[in-house]
DNA sequence: GCCGCAAGCGTAATAACATAACATATCGTT
DNA sequence: AACGATATGTTATGTTATTACGCTTGCGGC
C-alpha cells in the first residue's frame, strides 16, 4: 500500500538527485547550494538544477519560497496539491513549516472574484520565530 | 490638510527620486529599472537604489515584491501600515492591486499562536490575470 | 526497422539581482 | 568645535537565473 513518503518512481536521474537533497536537509536550499551538494554525482551546471526543479515544483514535489530564492521539498508527500499553501519559516533556524487553510483560500477567492480577477496562483509566506527558538532565546 | 497623496518631507534626494520614479511607473519596477531612469539624474550605482528601497519600505511607502523583485509605490499614501497586505500581480499587463484582509490575518495569527510562531512579517502574492486582461483576451 | 517528434541533458556564456567594504559628506546635538 | 548618527559615492564582488545551442534518448506511427 501507498503511503505519505513514497517517492514517485517516474522521475529523471537528475531530478532524482535534487529532491533527495531537498528531503535530505533541515531547511531550504538555493539551487546553487544543491549544485554544489551535488557535484560529486556529476552535476556541473546551474541549469541543471533549475530545470530538475521546476518539474519538481510543477508536479508538486517541492515548493519554491520566493522570499529566501530558495527551496523544500514538499513537506506532505501525499499532497501534491494546486492549492494555497502558506509557509512559516523561522529566521532562526531556518525550518518551515507548511499548511494549507481553506479559510483563506476561500476569502481569497471571494476577493478575486469580486474583482474579476482570475487567480492563478498564490504565494504566502510568514517570516517569524518558531516556538523552539522563542523558547531557547528567553 | 493632509490628504492621502502627500509626500513625505524628509525624504533625502535620493530617496525622493525613487519613490517618484515608483509613483510615476505603471507597474512594478526592479531596482535596475530605477536605476536606468535615474541615470540622468546624477544615480550610477545600484547601492544607491537599494538603499533608498531599504527605507521606503521600512516606513511602508513603497513595497517589495518577492515573486517579482521588484518594488511599487504603496498605493494608498496615508495607510503605510504595518500589518498584511495581498497584491494581486496581473501576469499580462504588470498592473498591481493591493490590498488588506482583516479576515485572512487574524486567520493566519490563529495558526501562528496555536504553533507558537511570532510572525514578524508576511507576504502575500496572488498571480492571474486582471479583469480588463480577461475582457480584452475574450 | 526507421523516421520524426518530444522531452531530457550538457555546456558555455551571460543576464539580472543584491551586497561588502571603504572612504567621504552632511547634519543635529552637546 | 567635536561627536555621533545617518546618508552618500564608488569599486568590486557575490548570488541567483536564463539564453542559446547542440546532442541524446525514448516512443509512437508507418
Known sequence: MAH??????????????VLGTLTASMGPLSAYDILDKLRGDGLRAPLQVYRALDKLVDRGLAHRLESLN???????MHCHRKGLIAFAICE???????????VI????GSWARTGGFKVERTTMEIR??????????A
Open 70 to 76: 530558495a527551496f523544500v521539498a514538499c513537506a506532505d
Open 128 to 137: 517569524g520565530r518558531c516556538a523552539d527558538c522563542l523558547k531557547k532565546a
Open 4 to 17: 505519505s513518503h513514497d517517492i514517485p518512481t517516474d522521475l529523471t536521474r537528475n531530478q532524482e538527485l
Open 105 to 108: 483560500e476561500e476569502r481569497l
Open 92 to 102: 532562526s533556524c531556518g525550518k518551515v513549516d507548511e499548511f494549507a487553510d481553506e
